[in-house]
């Protein structure tokens, strides 16, 4: 719709004027309106890096999590195998800063070409509470393993990545990536060991159900597995991606009426 061009358009020179950047064009001009639309990104990528709220609930989920953990673990059959199943990006890493530098830069960070850069030579940093998480997990003796899709051709510098981080129990077969669908790399552990928890950021971290299907299906599929939230499947916050960017809003119909 032509207002809506307009005014991201508007609202991204605007934006990129405030932050200083010009990103690469012709002489250094200003791009075009409709080259900087993943300013509409910035918003939630500004909730999700900076604001204290995102880090609080991200702590809070994190302290949550382990308390039932230590549940989980008491009402194990003795002798139980126990593993957890963990996602990466924006679960246990923050890789904000590439995402930043992209919008920075007006390029669609969706579309996930800078992302291989990103991964070998990108410096990501602990979600808050992620650390203390995982570490109290390997003292209970619950394996940990990593199953994210980030790419297999980066298998080393991931590992080397969760290394520097001191995340507990980073071992080339514990560091799931992507070759096999999540579906089938999460069967394979849960073939080995009993399954506790499972943790993430997006729905089909913990079910191929989810992967693919539209909103309301992801809606209908959530209050279907509701017990399961908070209780064996725990959900990080992002506000930067997700199958839910290009979903329309719901707006009230009233005129607008502006009060001076």
């Given amino acids: 719709m032509n207002i809506r061009k307009i005014t991201i358009g508007t609202i991204a020179l605007a934006a990129l004027a405030l932050a200083g950047c010009a990103p690469a064009g012709d002489e250094g001009e200003a791009p075009a309106a409709d080259e900087c639309d993943v300013v509409e990104h910035a918003m939630g990528l500004r909730w999700q890096q900076q604001s204290a709220e995102a880090r609080a609930l991200q702590g809070q989920v994190y302290r949550f999590a382990e308390q039932r953990l230590e549940e989980l673990v008491a009402e194990a059959d003795e002798g139980a195998d126990l593993a957890i199943i963990t996602d990466l990006d924006e679960t246990a890493v923050d890789n904000t800063e590439l995402l930043a530098r992209d919008v920075a830069e007006c390029h669609d960070y969706s579309v996930w070409d800078t992302w291989d850069h990103w991964e070998r030579e990108g410096e990501a940093t602990l979600i808050p509470g992620a650390l203390a998480f995982f570490e109290r997990a390997d003292e209970l003796g619950v394996s940990v393993y990593y199953v994210s899709d980030r790419t297999e051709e980066n298998h080393g510098d991931t590992v080397a990545m969760l290394?520097?981080?001191?995340?507990?129990?980073?071992?080339?077969?514990?560091?799931?990536?992507?070759?096999?669908?999540?579906?089938?790399?999460?069967?394979?552990?849960?073939?080995?060991?009993?399954?506790?928890?499972?943790?993430?950021?997006?729905?089909?971290?913990f079910d191929a159900s989810f992967a693919g299907a539209d909103l309301e299906t992801q809606r209908a599929l959530?209050?279907?597995?509701?017990?399961?939230?908070?209780?064996?499947?725990?959900?990080?916050?992002?506000?930067?991606?997700?199958?839910?960017?290009?979903?329309?809003?719901?707006?009230?119909d009233a005129p607008l009426e502006v009060e001076e």
């Fill in 163 to 205: 290394e520097k981080l001191e995340l507990p129990q980073v071992e080339d077969d514990r560091v799931l990536l992507l070759g096999p669908p999540k579906e089938e790399r999460r069967a394979a552990v849960q073939a080995e060991h009993e399954v506790i928890m499972q943790l993430g950021d997006t729905l089909h971290d």
């Fill in 222 to 252: 959530v209050e279907e597995h509701a017990d399961r939230f908070g209780n064996d499947w725990i959900v990080l916050p992002n506000a930067t991606y997700g199958s839910w960017e290009d979903a329309e809003l719901r707006a009230w």
